[in-house]
């Protein structure tokens, strides 16, 4: 198997817009898109501690559907289903919008 190359922690440079409180979650980019959000944003491999996946999740807030992911690790290349980082991304990013005077 060849090996893949996953974002480490130091090559993120610029401060996400949100990030978990575990850091395991950074959200670099929300982008509206008529009723709907793009999310964009790494989150830590639970196998390989300081590689970051590259996530990104289409979501909807009205209805709170989450419409699409894409994902690099190897479950999303297998089975096709919105993995776990896709699923916290998305988590990450409800929880934080709540907040009110968020960053
Ligand atoms: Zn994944």
Avoid: W
């Amino acid at each position: 198997m060849e090996t893949r190359h996953f974002l480490k922690l130091e090559e993120l440079v610029e401060d996400p817009i949100i990030e978990s409180k575990e850091k395991d979650v950074k959200i670099y980019g929300l982008t509206s898109i008529g009723r709907k959000l793009d999310i964009l944003g790494y989150v830590e491999s639970e196998s390989r501690s300081g590689a970051f996946h590259r996530v990104s999740a289409e979501y909807e807030p009205s209805s709170k559907n989450l419409i699409y992911g894409n994902c690099d690790c190897e479950a999303y290349e297998f089975f096709g289903n919105p993995c776990k980082h896709i699923l916290k991304l998305r988590n990450v990013y409800i929880r934080n919008s709540n907040r009110p005077n968020q960053k």
